[in-house]
Structure formats: C-alpha cells, structure tokens
C-alpha cells in the first residue's frame, strides 16, 4: 500500500495551459502540503492543509491553487501555465495532533514520489 | 528561514562510517532536529530526530551536541544506496510548523 501516492508521475504541456495534480494519503494524517523542487533541487514549501483547512500559503503565484476535499486529499490546480513552473512537486503528509497511531515518528513527514511537471 | 548550516558535499568509502555534519546554532529549546534523505529524484525520506540526547534507530545514530548548536548523523557502515541528499531540519513539535529544507548535503559512497 502506498502511503502518499500522486497523480501524474509526469506531465508536459504547453505554456498558457491549467493543470491538476492530485495527491492522497491512507496513513490518517491530519496534515498534507505541497512542495516545489526545481531544477536546482531546493525543496520550498508552498501550501500545507489541516483537516482541510489552509493553515500555510507561502509567497505563490495566485495560479495556483490549492484544495483539500478531505484530510486525506490535497490537490493542486495550477492556471496559464509557466515555463518557470517546470519542477518536481511533492506532496506530503504528517500527524500534527499528537496521541494518534505509533507507527511513525512524531512530526515526521511522509512525502509521495512526485509529479515531474515541464511546461514547453 | 532553513536555520541550519551542512557542509554541499561530501565523500565516504563504501563499508565505512558516514558522518553528516549540521549547525543549528540558532535553535531554540523546544526545537526538535530531524534529518531526511533524498535518494536521486524520488520523495525525501525520515531518517531520524531527537531533542537533547543521542538517538540511535535501525538507519542511523544521531548524536547532537550538549549545547544543541550542532548534529552529527552517522551511518555506520555506509553502502552505494545510502548516495543521496541528507536534509536536517529543525521544527517544533506539533506546531504545524514549515518543514524548512536546506540546501543539504550529497552524500556520495564511492567503492
């Protein structure tokens, strides 16, 4: 069973277009976020959601936007597409709330295998 | 805001111990030190973390200083697969605080 799981793996698409990518966990975190890692492989945060609600927004373009159907569920939308926006975006989880299951670390983070968007 | 320092790069031969330096040494009292790795391009992965003492787990010791200013992680007989990013990080504990990373260290095990 995969803990973080995203879709797609790889996507190409023309400057000017919108684009999803979608993410899910089954580990019952409370917890999900989305981070940016371009070509020079810094890892920056960009959103993260607790229990559906938006709890960090950092300093990003309003063409993207982020939406938490559920606590196990963050997607993110990304409109009119920039070659800039070619990277690696990772989606992740943890349990933010303390006293739920032991089978991870405290605070740690699980991160799904990422989504290699490239703009042309 | 990554708050710690690591060295870009460093060299270890493979079966040999691995020491990854870190400075936090703006870290405050209730920050914990957590280390990930990122092996090529995959999803960065829990190594290990700790407060004050010495940790130890099935991957790797962390031993962090009396001070709290620096870490050392130590894998101890370091193979090919353990080439990777190492990323420390410190954060408060259930804070929904920014996982802030680095800039990390590349850890290359050679033959």
């Known amino acids: 069973d995969t803990a973080v799981s995203q879709t797609p793996k790889y996507l190409v698409t023309q400057m000017g277009n919108d684009k999803s990518i979608k993410c899910e966990q089954n580990?019952?975190?409370?917890?999900m976020y989305w981070y940016k890692q371009d070509s020079k492989k810094f890892l920056k945060i960009m959103f993260s959601y607790n229990n559906k609600e938006l709890i960090i927004n950092e300093t990003v373009p309003n063409r993207f936007s982020p939406k938490s159907p559920d606590k196990a569920h963050l997607n993110l939308h990304i409109n009119s597409l920039e070659l800039g926006d070619s990277a690696v975006y990772f989606c992740?989880?943890?349990?933010?709330?303390?006293?739920?299951?032991?089978?991870?670390?405290?605070?740690?983070?699980?991160f799904g295998e990422g989504s290699r968007l490239t703009v042309l | 805001d990554a708050k710690t320092t690591q060295p870009p790069s460093m060299d270890c031969a493979e079966g040999r111990a691995a020491n990854l330096p870190c400075n936090h040494s703006t870290i405050s009292g209730n920050e914990y030190v957590y280390w990930y790795r990122q092996i090529h391009s995959q999803g960065p992965q829990y190594i290990i973390h700790?407060?004050?003492n010495n940790e130890t787990n099935e991957m790797a010791s962390l031993i962090i200083t009396e001070d709290r200013k620096s870490s050392t992680l130590i894998l101890p007989h370091a193979t090919l697969r353990d080439t990777a990013v190492y990323y420390c990080?410190?954060?408060?504990?259930?804070?929904?605080?920014?996982?802030?990373f680095g800039s990390g260290t590349k850890l290359n095990v050679k033959p």
């Open positions: 990080i410190v954060r408060v504990l259930y804070n929904f605080n920014k996982f802030y």
């Open positions: 992740a989880s943890s349990q933010e709330q303390p006293g739920q299951g032991a089978d991870f670390a405290p605070g740690e983070l699980f």
């Open positions: 700790g407060l004050k």
């Open positions: 580990l019952g975190h409370d917890t």
